[in-house]
């Protein structure tokens, strides 16, 4: 979710709502009350929303981490047809010749 597109995308709703609120009751301060209440709902919406996707991206990095940390352990465990152990490749000598 991108914050300022979500912000005006807000703003635009709340306007269209007050403008539709005053029309239907006729009453500028219920239509401002109604439209305090919406406001309020979006914010409660947004923010589980946000923590939703935290939540959700925290889960999918722990799981990226112990499986990289079950591949690491298999790697050292079993025997290479080469007998290089896994990590050893940055530790090679480079050369340009």
């Given at each position: 979710m991108?914050a ?10 709340l ?19 109604q439209t305090?209440?919406?406001a ?7 923010f589980?929303?946000?923590l ?10 722990e799981?990226?981490?112990s499986?990289?940390?079950a591949?690491i ?8 047809r080469?007998?290089?152990r896994a990590?050893?490749a940055?530790?090679?000598p480079a050369?340009?010749?």
């Amino acid at each position: 979710m991108y914050a300022p597109r979500v912000f005006v995308s807000m703003t635009g709703v709340l306007i269209v709502f007050a403008v539709s609120a005053y029309f239907m009751t006729g009453s500028f301060y219920t239509a401002l009350i109604q439209t305090l209440i919406c406001a309020v709902l979006l914010q409660v919406g947004y923010f589980i929303g946000v923590l939703y996707l935290v939540r959700r991206e925290k889960k999918l990095r722990e799981e990226n981490i112990s499986s990289e940390a079950a591949t690491i352990k298999n790697s050292k465990d079993s025997n290479r047809r080469d007998g290089l152990r896994a990590d050893a490749a940055p530790n090679l000598p480079a050369s340009d010749t």
